[in-house]
């Protein structure tokens, strides 16, 4: 699987940017996608995931009534809109897919990131 994000940059507070990763490869296997992020000196935190059929979402309660992830599987697409952006939301985002194979063995894949600048 491969992962490809795009929509990143720099916006003012109170403004809104959308994220966006495209999945490659073996599509089929995901069962979840979602973005985390990384601020410096931070450690990667969850930020949104959406199940492979997008009826189930979670966020972080940081982002949670300001962020929306969404999925197009026609595209094997997923969508991170991001309103009301604060300051602390400035960070690298990346996206992320779960697959499993036949022995339910795990396996993450990760996006080359995208930075989300914010400015007070």
């Known amino acids: 699987v491969q992962l490809v994000e795009s929509g990143g940059g720099w916006v003012q507070a109170g403004g809104s940017l959308r994220l966006s990763c495209a999945a490659s490869g073996s599509t089929f296997s995901i069962i979840a996608m979602g973005w985390y992020r990384q601020a410096p000196g931070k450690q990667r935190e969850l930020v949104a995931r959406v199940s492979s059929s997008g009826g189930s979402t979670d966020y972080a309660d940081s982002v949670e009534g300001r962020f929306t992830i969404s999925r197009d599987n026609a595209k094997n697409t997923i969508y991170l809109q991001m309103d009301s952006l604060k300051p602390e939301d400035t960070a690298v985002y990346y996206c992320?897919?779960?697959?499993?194979?036949?022995?339910?063995?795990?396996?993450?894949?990760w996006g080359q990131g995208t930075q989300v600048t914010v400015s007070s």
């Open positions: 992320n897919a779960v697959s499993v194979d036949l022995t339910s063995r795990r396996y993450d894949y």
